[in-house]
């Protein structure tokens, strides 16, 4: 398996991993309004989405260094670009 292959893996993970943490924060919310409107305390449960949507952060920059990464390799294997030929080569 190649990087560029290997670094393309990794996106589809990463993105899978946001999709599921964005699925989680949805769900940590509306556990919150239901707890507030029960007359329950919350405290624990926003402390839980404060941390929920600091790693989110975390890993919208690993996903962004995968995709830096791809870029790179990408250009290591295109090929060099060819000199234009001036006037005087007709």
Excluded: C, F, N
């Excluded at 991993?17 to 624990?44: F, K, S, V």
């Amino acid at each position: 398996m190649s990087d560029l292959q290997r670094e393309r893996g990794d996106l589809v993970t990463a993105d899978r991993h946001l999709a599921a943490g964005e699925q989680r924060i949805a769900e940590q919310i509306a556990l919150i309004q239901r707890m507030t409107r029960d007359g329950y305390d919350t405290a624990l449960a926003r402390d839980l989405l404060r941390l929920l949507e600091e790693t989110m952060v975390t890993w919208k920059d690993h996903r962004q260094l995968i995709l830096d990464a791809i870029a790179r390799h990408e250009r290591a294997l295109a090929p060099a670009p060819q000199p234009h030929p001036g006037p005087e080569a007709s």
